[in-house]
């Protein structure tokens, strides 16, 4: 599968989970959403139709309008002036960004044998007793789409999580999911049936590892208060997940054990910090 049939895959999935939460908190939002959200349906269909070969980047840029358009009509983009900002998220999408740029002069860009060299986690590596290669490798990533990808999701799920937990947590956690979900994905393939070494750089498992927290997060707040919006929070983080699922099982180039590791350690951070 190429970068433009996923990056298709990827706003197909997001629109059509996100009706799904429309339907099933309709008598909650304004009646203009489901139709936005069908329209935008509607032109990444046309543009696979009609503009095949530039379905996936047209598709992302119909659900990046469809996200923006929800935040600014919701006011749900314009912070309160109670709640502090989220510094750290945007210290480490710029941290990210500077990482990529560093990847670029080096050339390691597609080149396994550079993005090894300048920190990628490579399994006999790490076996060797280089642990950091856990962290560094959290702020490289495969190409341009890989990385917008993941900062996108970091944008949209960091503020919320960080202004939760607070920034040095925050932090902390991000890491810690990021490295949690690399190193459960290579104890998998270290001790598998089929024993391999593996390749591992990008922050989706840290990003996903957020989802995890905002899980705990929200599934605590609900119980407490049975808050509306806790719930449907809760009902999109779970959706996230079911759609990576999803999304990972038709793009078999991605590591699914990673991801789902990163998910898993962020809900027990999640769990353990709300329990203190």
Request: charged share 10%; net charge positive; glycine share 10%.
């Amino acid at each position: 599968m190429d970068i433009n049939q996923i990056l298709f895959l990827i706003a197909i999935l997001n629109l059509v989970g996100d009706l799904y939460n429309i339907f099933r908190f309709r008598h909650h939002i304004p009646r203009w959403v489901p139709w936005a959200n069908l329209s935008a349906l509607a032109a990444c269909i046309s543009a696979r139709i009609w503009l095949a070969e530039h379905a996936g980047a047209l598709a992302i840029g119909v659900l990046a309008i469809y996200i923006a358009l929800i935040k600014l009509k919701t006011g749900s983009g314009r912070a309160s002036k109670a709640i502090p900002a989220a510094p750290c998220t945007k210290g480490l999408i710029v941290i990210t960004v500077l990482a990529f740029g560093y990847q670029a002069y080096r050339g390691a860009m597609d080149d396994a044998v550079m993005m090894v060299t300048v920190g990628a986690m490579f399994s006999p590596l790490y076996e060797s007793g280089e642990w950091w290669r856990l962290f560094s490798a959290q702020f490289l990533h495969w190409g341009v789409a890989h990385l917008a990808l993941n900062m996108m999701g970091l944008w949209f799920l960091g503020p919320l999580v960080e202004r939760t937990i607070g920034s040095v947590r925050f932090v902390v956690a991000y890491l810690l999911c990021g490295a949690g979900g690399m190193l459960i994905a290579w104890a998998i393939a270290t001790f598998g049936p089929s024993p391999r070494s593996i390749i591992l750089l990008g922050a989706s498992a840290s990003v996903l590892g957020l989802v995890g927290l905002q899980v705990a997060i929200a599934r605590r707040v609900y119980r407490i208060s049975g808050n509306l919006a806790a719930k449907a929070q809760l009902s999109a983080m779970i959706q996230i997940l079911v759609l990576q699922m999803v999304f990972d099982w038709m793009v078999p180039q991605v590591s699914s054990t990673a991801h789902l590791g990163g998910a898993a350690v962020g809900l027990f951070l999640g769990l353990l910090l709300l329990a203190r």
